[in-house]
């Protein structure tokens, strides 16, 4: 179906029809496809590329790309933006591939716009008066990202005049697309603040060098979270196997880095797969291999993202040596599992565990009992705007999922922006120099943390997040995901000052 959806892109105009005749079909089968708009439906500061079926750019009206779910939530920010006071606010944009047509696309940027939403609506009605107001807008970058040149270049061009563009948030994916748009974009003093990022060569600070001056992050590095994962899980190199994807992408590499670091000393060779076609048939054969191995590896350590995930799991629910116990362990990836309605559910209830480290969790503050690195007073901030999103004054926003964890990360990453465009706005300015704004994310440590619904976010010198809680979540036979407990990088919550170390 994924290979169907990514065929009916850059038609022809006589085929909208068919798109739309087809985009019916697919819907009553349980499946979303954005369907293209022509040139004259875009909106202001959107356009059709030339030979292009999408509209990108940056959109600051009601207007929704043609995607369905995301119009309740467009609506809403709509509203809001024209609440403000001309002069009175500066801008941020939510910079998500709006037009991607795949269902897991949709739900998490209708996640990430929902939660970017709830931070701008509690930030512009916070009852302490702190200034300026913010603007959200919305920067469409295309299905797969091709369009971030001209993208980028637009949200430069919004820093001067009315606009007031202060920060970038979103960035989703750790893509070769999205880090060539955060390159241009800080090195022309644009900061960003990326929401679900993990690729550990998407993080300053590697050797040294910050190759994204102004970049902050919310989410754990690949390493961080494999650091976390370790200090839980108490497995050991000589149990454990890593199966990996070759090439493989930013994310997949850095997390296959990360997890050949914990394997070190195990008595087997890595196992690599290439995602296409093929990769059932060498899952397969994997899996015979491991069937093979002493009953005492019994920890798989899975380096991929959630489709080739989704068939391994499948292919070990069949496996030959059933009455065996395997855990999976794998990156942040695996959330996407929890509504993925491809996934052999029965194939966890054969002696196998699937255990991820997610972003966030709804139930991690509420179940675990820890008295730093975040609480369940922070979280229940952002479950009282839930509480109100279906409704005006703050919504409505249409349905909400936290399950995967999208939608919290994606609110925490709009409150770092408006801390630090605030901290940054000093005297009787009513906008920040955007240089003040950089130099803010440097300082988000100690009592000027964000106390995040997914965890405090303090931030080193390079602009990542210190010991960051890192929920770790298994999949359930049901459908959907259980919280296990909250690990940390250090092996132990951050100290109430939360400052990193030298």
């Not at 060569?201 to 690949?222: C, E, I, M, W």
């Not at 509420?366 to 730093?372: A, V």
């Amino acid at each position: 179906m994924r290979d169907l959806l990514e065929r009916l892109w850059n038609p022809p105009f006589h085929r909208y029809l068919t798109l739309a005749a087809v985009a019916v079909l697919l819907a009553g089968l349980g499946y979303w496809i954005a369907v293209p708009t022509p040139a004259h439906k875009c909106a202001p500061g959107v356009t059709r590329p030339k030979g292009a079926a999408e509209c990108v750019g940056v959109s600051a009206t009601a207007y929704d790309f043609g995607v369905t779910p995301f119009a309740a939530t467009v609506r809403a920010i709509n509203r809001e933006n024209h609440r403000l006071k001309p002069g009175g606010y500066v801008t941020v944009a939510l910079f998500e591939p709006f037009t991607a047509g795949d269902q897991d696309s949709v739900d998490d940027t209708l996640h990430e716009l929902q939660g970017a939403y709830l931070a701008q609506y509690q930030a512009n009605h916070n009852t302490t008066g702190e200034t300026p107001d913010i603007r959200l807008v919305l920067a469409n970058t295309g299905a797969d990202g091709r369009y971030w040149p001209q993208v980028a270049d637009q949200l430069i061009g919004m820093v001067k005049g009315p606009d007031r563009l202060r920060a970038v948030t979103g960035i989703g994916l750790s893509t070769d697309n999205n880090e060539a748009a955060v390159k241009r974009l800080t090195q022309h003093g644009v900061p960003v603040v990326g929401s679900s990022i993990t690729a550990d060569s998407f993080a300053n600070g590697q050797n040294g060098q910050d190759t994204f001056p102004g970049l902050a992050r919310v989410a754990p590095t690949n390493s961080d979270s494999a650091r976390a994962l370790a200090s839980f899980a108490g497995f050991s190199a000589s149990s454990s196997i890593l199966v990996y994807d070759k090439p493989g992408d930013p994310y997949t590499q850095t997390l296959q880095q990360a997890f050949a670091k914990l394997t070190a000393g195990s008595p087997y060779q890595p196992q690599p797969y290439t995602t296409g076609p093929g990769t059932p048939n060498t899952f397969r054969q994997i899996t015979s291999i491991l069937c093979g191995t002493p009953r005492t590896t019994n920890t798989i350590l899975f380096a991929g993202r959630h489709v080739p995930l989704r068939q391994f799991i499948n292919v070990l629910g069949q496996r030959g040596c059933m009455d065996r116990h395997f855990t999976v362990l794998t990156g942040d990836e695996g959330s996407y599992l929890t509504t993925d309605t491809q996934l052999d559910h029965k194939a966890l209830t054969r002696n196998l565990t699937v255990r991820y480290t997610a972003l966030a969790h709804p139930d991690a503050w509420k179940q675990d009992k820890t008295k730093t690195g975040g609480s369940a007073a922070d979280a229940a901030v952002l479950d009282g705007l839930l509480g109100q999103s279906t409704k005006q004054p703050v919504g409505p926003i249409g349905p909400v999922d936290l399950q995967d964890g999208q939608l919290i990360i994606a609110y925490d990453a709009m409150r770092l922006a408006v801390a630090g465009i605030r901290e940054a706005t000093s005297g009787d300015q009513t906008t920040p120099r955007i240089a003040d704004v950089v130099n803010e994310w440097s300082l988000m440590k100690g009592t000027q943390k964000v106390q995040g619904a997914s965890g405090w976010i303090c931030l080193d010198a390079h602009g990542n997040p210190y010991d960051k809680a890192v929920p770790i979540v298994e999949l359930t036979p049901q459908g959907g995901s259980r919280f296990v407990k909250i690990a940390w990088p250090e092996g132990k919550p951050p100290s109430k000052e939360c400052l990193p170390p030298a």
